[in-house]
């Protein structure tokens, strides 16, 4: 039998994109010859993926699992395909959902580390996002994941435009450290992560703004206000103003409170904490919005033929 090497293996891969498990199979039944392990891979359907590589996946699900028995940490992770019809397929809300409890058991793991992680016998979850791809037709990818953790409190979820449990296309976790009726914390904890969910703050304290966002917005501002002939320390108050408004509208303890529309965060925190009789704190809260950042790529069928012409 021909001894299957790691260089075999990867130059299968790099000439078809099928997992690497795909690929060591191929090998054993072409007895390493590499035309013959293509040739199988495409039978199987399972070299397709590459013709699809380059296309969009910036549809799919936004999953969340966590562990109900102590709620002491959770995971949220955005799956992705090209289009709506598949994410809405039963084997790929199944498919993210297995791997989301995957990465909640892993503990703390990169998408490289999770991709790697066994899904069943002999499958790994890249062999996984391969085969899924060669099912549906379409690029499937595992984009992104993150861990929100609480040592004396609980980590709430939400899942907004929820399709199933746990699938949707917004997710948020937030952790909250308090020694108090976990029952309660949970309950204020949704309503928290509802809130976010629906304000999109993208910093939880005026401290976690990064200096250079202040100092370019401040740039904005006095640049917006040139030509209007006014004395530079009436500037200095107006661009003052502009940035409060600015932490009102990105930092969550600034947010005004959309459950009351009165309350700011900070002070909803407070009054929930004096009602529980004991301090709270919200050291940290994760937002995934499906599709977040990829840029999509819209076609004209009229403006395309007219290219062509």
């Given at each position: 039998?021909?001894?299957?090497?790691?260089?075999l293996?990867?130059a299968?891969?790099e000439?078809?994109?099928?997992?690497?498990?795909?690929c060591?199979?191929?090998l054993?039944?072409?007895?390493?010859d590499?035309?013959?392990a293509?040739?199988?891979?495409?039978?199987?359907?399972?070299?397709?993926?590459a013709?699809?590589?380059?296309?969009i996946a910036?549809?799919?699900?936004?999953c969340?699992?966590?562990?109900?028995n102590?709620h002491?940490?959770?995971?949220?992770?955005?799956v992705?395909?090209?289009?709506?019809?598949?994410a809405?397929?039963?084997?790929?809300q199944?498919f993210?959902v297995?791997?989301?409890?995957?990465?909640?058991?892993?503990g703390h793991?990169?998408?490289?580390?999770?991709?790697a992680q066994?899904?069943?016998q002999?499958t790994t979850?890249e062999?996984g996002?391969?085969?899924?791809?060669?099912s549906?037709?379409?690029n499937?990818?595992?984009?992104?994941?993150e861990?929100?953790?609480?040592q004396?409190?609980?980590?709430a979820?939400?899942i907004?435009s929820a399709?199933a449990?746990?699938?949707?296309?917004?997710?948020?976790?937030?952790?909250?450290?308090?020694t108090?009726?976990?029952?309660?914390l949970l309950?204020?904890g949704?309503k928290l992560?509802m809130h976010?969910?629906?304000?999109?703050?993208k910093y939880?304290?005026?401290?976690?703004?990064p200096?250079?966002?202040?100092?370019y917005?401040?740039?904005v501002l006095?640049?917006q206000?040139k030509?209007q002939n006014?004395?530079q320390?009436?500037?200095n108050k107006?661009v003052?103003?502009?940035?409060?408004k600015?932490?009102?509208?990105t930092?969550l303890l600034?947010q005004v409170?959309?459950?009351?529309g009165k309350?700011k965060?900070?002070d909803?925190?407070?009054?929930f904490a004096k009602?529980?009789?004991?301090?709270v704190?919200v050291?940290?809260?994760?937002?995934?919005?499906?599709?977040?950042g990829?840029?999509?790529v819209?076609?004209n069928?009229?403006?395309d033929v007219?290219?062509?012409?």
């Open positions: 039998m021909v001894d299957i090497t790691s260089d293996i990867k299968i891969r000439k078809t994109g099928a997992g690497m498990m795909d060591k199979k191929a054993v039944e072409a007895n390493g590499i035309d013959s293509i040739d199988w891979l495409r039978k199987k359907g399972l070299a397709a993926v013709r699809r590589a380059g296309k910036a549809e799919g699900l936004v969340i699992a966590s562990r109900d102590t002491k940490d959770a995971i949220v992770l955005e992705n395909s090209e289009t709506d019809f598949v809405k397929n039963a084997q790929f199944e993210a297995a791997i989301c409890k995957i990465a909640l058991e892993k793991c990169t998408i490289a580390e999770l991709l066994e899904i069943a002999e979850v062999a996002v391969t085969s899924l791809a060669a549906t037709g379409e499937i990818t595992v984009r992104r994941l861990r929100v953790t609480a004396d409190g609980i980590v979820t939400y907004h399709v449990e746990g699938l949707g296309k917004i997710g948020v976790l937030v952790s909250i450290e308090s108090g009726d976990a029952a309660k309950d204020f949704k992560a976010i969910a629906a304000s999109n703050p939880l304290s005026i401290s976690d703004v200096a250079a966002v202040v100092d917005e401040k740039q006095f640049e206000l030509g006014k004395p320390d009436v500037m107006m003052d103003g502009k940035i409060r600015f932490y009102e509208e930092v600034e409170y959309v459950m009351d309350k965060i900070a909803v925190i407070s009054d009602e529980l009789g004991t301090p704190v050291p940290r809260f994760v937002k995934f919005v499906l599709g977040d990829i840029e999509k819209t076609s069928f009229c403006e007219k290219a062509l012409q």
